[in-house]
């Protein structure tokens, strides 16, 4: 049997390495060497405007925005009121913008709105 075995590893073994050689690739084939460089393809021109200027061209000045032409200037929107924060176990520390609480280290959280007293 083991002898078998051997027989049937061996004539496996002559017979995958007795094409020594890989077929050659010729001179057009991309991975040779000695193929030419692919030429560069041209632009698409699905996205081409005919070398007309945008249609929407930036704003130069205050009533020059691009909805001047229906009488919708841009204004922006209204500043919300600054939200004070607060630390929930330490009601007394207040800050301006969110971050840590220098006593304790917890988050500051939003402080809500002070109810009435009943």
Do not use: I
């Not at 051997?6 to 390495?17: D, E, H, K, N, P």
């Amino acid at each position: 049997m083991r002898l078998l075995t051997f027989l049937c590893l061996s004539v496996l073994w002559v017979a995958g390495c007795g094409s020594g050689r890989l077929p050659g690739v010729g001179d057009t084939h991309p991975a040779s060497p000695a193929a030419a460089e692919a030429p560069v393809p041209r632009p698409s021109a699905v996205l081409d405007v005919g070398g007309r200027a945008p249609a929407n061209p930036p704003p130069t000045k205050a009533g020059d925005g691009p909805h001047a032409h229906h009488g919708m200037e841009a204004t922006p929107p209204p500043a919300a009121p600054a939200t004070p924060y607060t630390c929930p176990m330490h009601p007394e520390v207040v800050s301006k913008t969110p971050g840590a609480c220098p006593k304790c280290g917890m988050a500051l959280v939003p402080k809500k709105p002070a109810e009435g007293k009943k």
